[in-house]
């Protein structure tokens, strides 16, 4: 009896001590829940919620079942924009402020703390290097004087992470240290060389948390200045990654960087980043989603020929069957998808039959329908007798629509006589900027 007593004194003591991650936003207005996540190396497994109160604090249990690694707390939307992640040992409290203004800081855990004093002391030691090459002195007692002291803060810290988790970000920021001197040219050569040697790309904490994507896209888009070095820096990730022993995370990491190519309309070494390495990769892995966006967008990027499909109009009331690619006569053509229930479609189209009308080119207009039915669609094209109109029934599962990644209406491309894509305007305006281009 006594045994049971004990252990029914016990298990209250052990719920009271598992941990918790505290924290306070700021402004709290612009925040209503804390999402908590644990993440791994190919996702974000979803775990618990903490309501953000009226003093903008909130608190989420940490019981035993979560085990040490990288965590990630999502404040806002998009998710992957209004984030932050942290290290969990699996034994400490953690708490911590995020404010809009000043970011994120952590009051309580050895691990975060360990790992934000470490940024910050090396943040000051770089600004330093900053100042005196902007100083463009050849002081080398000075220049040693600064890499003394970037070395020994990296071996300081090294040594206090000692045991802890910390220490796998801190040795993989490793800096690169000169041993003579070196002017700006060679020092900033020299750190681009190494910039990714210190990286473990197997190591599942890295590949768990932002520092690896982060320290990647330093490396991509903060050191490229032209093509070639985007296309160079991009083989030395893949080199670094090992593709071969990683294709998981090398999809990860290139999807990402791919991603933000597009985002910049890079279209040439998006395309390069695709045709060399990620569709192969996508293909060996069964990951037919990525595989298709991949190749859509290489299909509709400007320079490509556009995708063929049969077109059937009226002249002089006799049906023509054709297809875009046997179109003649116009030096220019402009594809719009549309839909005749879609308000700025109705709106727009007129816009240019008008414009057309009053700014006279050797360009026809066609007119693709994404459409649920033909009969609105049939009365509907009675108002633009001068566009070549195409019907794709199955709307936004039309196959056409679906291969130019039409995702919204209108859509429009302009193509050359050829019918290779010259633009991709995104709107109606665009779209007037680029016609003002063609002859």
């Known amino acids: 009896?006594?045994?049971?007593?004990?252990?029914?004194?016990?298990?209250?003591?052990?719920?009271?001590?598992?941990?918790?991650?505290?924290?306070?936003?700021?402004?709290?207005?612009?925040?209503?829940?804390?999402?908590?996540?644990?993440?791994?190396?190919?996702k974000l497994?979803?775990?618990?919620?903490?309501?953000?109160?009226?003093t903008g604090s909130f608190e989420i249990k940490l019981d035993s079942t979560m085990t040490s690694g990288m965590y990630k707390i999502v404040y806002g939307v998009p998710e992957h924009d209004?984030?932050?992640?942290?290290?969990?040992?699996?034994?400490?409290?953690?708490?911590?402020?995020?404010?809009?203004?000043?970011?994120?800081?952590?009051?309580?855990?050895?691990?975060?703390?360990?790992?934000?004093?470490?940024?910050?002391?090396?943040?000051?030691?770089?600004?330093?290097?900053?100042n005196y090459y902007q100083k463009e002195t050849k002081d080398e007692a000075g220049f040693q004087t600064i890499f003394k002291t970037l070395n020994d803060t990296q071996q300081a810290f090294e040594e206090a992470a000692k045991g802890t988790m910390a220490l796998t970000f801190i040795q993989a920021n490793r800096p690169y240290i000169p041993q003579k001197f070196e002017d700006v040219t060679t020092y900033s050569n020299n750190l681009k060389s190494t910039f990714l040697n210190s990286i473990d790309f197997g190591n599942p904490l890295?590949?768990?948390?932002?520092?690896?994507?982060?320290?990647?896209?330093?490396?991509?888009?903060g050191m490229s200045a032209t093509t070639e070095d985007y296309k160079k820096h991009i083989e030395d990730v893949v080199t670094a990654i090992d593709t071969n022993k990683r294709p998981l995370i090398a999809i990860s990491v290139l999807e990402t960087i791919w991603n933000?190519?597009?985002?910049?309309?890079?279209?040439?070494?998006?395309?390069h980043l695709s045709d060399?390495?990620?569709?192969?990769?996508?293909?060996?892995?069964?990951?037919?989603?990525?595989?298709?966006?991949?190749?859509?967008?290489?299909?509709?990027?400007?320079?490509?020929?556009?995708?063929?499909f049969p077109i059937t109009y009226k002249v002089d009331?006799?049906?023509?069957?054709?297809?875009?690619?046997?179109?003649?006569?116009?030096?220019?053509?402009?594809?719009?998808?549309?839909?005749?229930?879609?308000?700025?479609?109705?709106?727009?189209?007129?816009?240019?039959?008008?414009?057309?009308?009053?700014?006279?080119?050797?360009?026809?207009?066609?007119?693709?329908?994404?459409?649920?039915g033909k009969e609105h669609w049939e009365k509907t094209i009675s108002k633009f007798p001068d566009f070549i109109h195409v019907l794709g029934l199955e709307h936004w599962d039309n196959p056409i629509a679906k291969a130019y990644n039409v995702n919204a209406?209108?859509?429009?491309?302009?193509?050359?006589?050829?019918?290779?894509?010259?633009?991709?305007p995104s709107n109606f305006e665009a779209l007037k900027t680029a016609l003002e281009k063609t002859n």
């Open 82 to 130: 209004n984030n932050f992640d942290f290290i969990y040992n699996g034994k400490e409290n953690i708490k911590l402020t995020f404010s809009l203004d000043k970011g994120l800081d952590f009051k309580e855990s050895s691990e975060n703390k360990l790992w934000e004093s470490y940024t910050k002391s090396m943040e000051l030691v770089n600004m330093t290097i900053s």
């Open 409 to 424: 209406t209108p859509s429009y491309f302009i193509l050359d006589k050829e019918k290779r894509i010259v633009s991709k």
């Open 206 to 221: 890295l590949q768990s948390s932002d520092f690896l994507m982060d320290r990647v896209m330093a490396y991509i888009f």
């Open 45 to 54: 497994n979803y775990l618990d919620r903490g309501k953000i109160d009226e």
């Open 317 to 372: 009331g006799e049906a023509v069957n054709t297809s875009l690619h046997q179109l003649k006569g116009s030096e220019h053509y402009i594809l719009v998808f549309w839909s005749s229930l879609c308000s700025h479609c109705l709106k727009e189209l007129p816009l240019l039959q008008t414009y057309l009308n009053e700014h006279p080119k050797n360009m026809k207009v066609v007119a693709f329908g994404i459409e649920d």
């Open 260 to 271: 933000k190519l597009v985002e910049m309309n890079n279209t040439e070494v998006a395309n």
């Open 276 to 308: 060399t390495y990620l569709i192969k990769l996508a293909e060996n892995q069964g990951n037919k989603d990525l595989y298709e966006t991949l190749i859509t967008y290489k299909n509709n990027s400007e320079g490509t020929k556009a995708l063929d």
């Open 1 to 42: 009896m006594k045994h049971v007593l004990y252990l029914l004194l016990l298990i209250p003591a052990m719920v009271m001590s598992q941990n918790t991650i505290q924290g306070t936003f700021s402004p709290v207005e612009n925040f209503t829940y804390a999402f908590l996540y644990k993440a791994t190396p190919t």
